[in-house]
C-alpha cells in the first residue's frame, strides 16, 4: 500500500487536484493510504471531508486519516506533498532580512509546492 502524506492539507483545490487522479487510478484502488496534515483543525476537517467524499466518488477503498501531529503524519511516508504560505510582512525595508529580498511585493503571498518521494 502506497502513503501519501499531505502537509498542509487545508489547501482543498490543490488537495482535490492532486487526488482526483490519484484515486481515479484503477491501478491504486485498495492499494492507496492518504494521511492529511494541517495547522488549523477546521481546515483538516474540510480536507478529510472532501477526500472521504472523492474516494467514495471514484471507488478507490483508500484508506484515509488526518493527523494532527506533523511528525506523526510523516512516519512511514512513501510520499510527501508540502504546501506552504510564505507572507512576507508589511513595513519591511530592503535590507531587513539576512538575504536578498524576495521576488514580490510586502504583503503578497506566495505558495510554495513540493512533492518527494521518501
Known amino acids: 500500500m502506497a502513503r501519501i502524506v499531505f502537509i498542509g492539507a487545508g489547501d482543498v483545490e490543490l488537495l482535490r487536484r492532486a487526488l482526483s487522479a490519484l ?3 484503477s491501478e491504486l484502488h ?10 488549523d483543525p477546521g481546515r483538516l476537517a474540510t480536507a478529510e471531508t472532501l477526500v472521504r467524499a472523492l474516494d467514495a466518488e471514484a471507488g478507490a477503498a483508500a484508506k484515509i486519516r488526518s493527523v494532527f501531529d506533523r511528525r506523526q503524519a510523516l512516519a512511514d511516508a512513501d ?7 510564505v507572507q512576507r510582512a508589511q513595513g519591511l525595508t530592503a535590507g531587513a532580512g539576512s538575504g536578498p529580498d524576495p521576488p514580490f511585493r510586502p504583503g503578497t503571498l506566495l505558495t510554495a509546492v513540493s512533492s518527494w518521494p521518501c
Do not use: T
Open 23 to 25: 484515486l481515479l487510478a
Open 79 to 85: 510520499f510527501v506533498v508540502s504546501r506552504v504560505h
Open 30 to 39: 485498495g492499494e492507496l493510504e492518504v494521511v492529511l496534515h494541517d495547522d
